[in-house]
């Protein structure tokens, strides 16, 4: 709240005629909006560190979600197999064509490749209920009439948060929830 002071008497504004001084905050004024900071700063800062803990599981869900709805919708509307290739030990996951690897030709971008963060252990990665997390390579398919394999994957974080993956068999959607 600015506020401004007048004086009365004699000045440069001539006999009677209001003086303004100089605008400007009090003290006590500063040291209220200082405090309010101070408070919101303490309430503010132990949810930054939760956020910034979950971080790593809520990207990697994020980039798991993307590579799969791509695969989805790339295998609809183009009439072919579409794969989603994980390699466990390289962390990675990508989109395919069908043949194995990446995409030929396509640069990496959103929704078509993804890394399993260094905070996270990979727990299970089942593929129509084979256990994959110990194999070289790793393959999901997505068919043209919206189906695909079964997948489940489990990740848990640093701080012993666990989250699963599933895909529907008949829709090929994802859902991302606690373990249970």
């Not at 401004?4 to 009090?26: E, M, S, V």
């Not at 798991?64 to 390699?87: C, E, P």
């Not at 990446?102 to 593929?127: C, F, N, Q, R, V």
């Amino acid at each position: 709240m600015m506020t401004t002071r007048l004086q009365h008497g004699r000045g440069n504004g001539g006999f009677g005629a209001p003086c303004p001084t100089a605008a400007g905050f009090t003290l006590i004024e500063v040291m209220v909006v200082v405090a309010i900071l101070g408070i919101v700063l303490a309430t503010g800062i132990p949810m930054l560190g939760s956020m910034r803990k979950q971080a790593p599981m809520n990207q990697t869900m994020t980039e798991l979600r993307a590579v799969f709805s791509n695969a989805r919708a790339r295998a609809i509307f183009d009439g072919s197999l579409k794969q989603v290739v994980f390699r466990p030990y390289d962390r990675t996951f990508a989109l395919s064509d069908g043949g194995g690897g990446g995409l030929p030709g396509k640069p990496k971008g959103a929704g078509l490749s993804g890394t399993i963060d260094d905070h996270l252990s990979l727990e299970m990665l089942d593929i129509n209920l084979m256990e994959f997390k110990d194999q070289e390579l790793a393959v999901v398919n997505f068919y043209p009439n919206g189906t695909c394999d079964e997948l489940t994957i489990i990740l848990r974080s640093d701080q012993n948060e666990w989250r699963k993956l599933s895909l529907e068999v008949t829709t090929a959607l994802a859902t991302v929830g606690p373990v249970k």
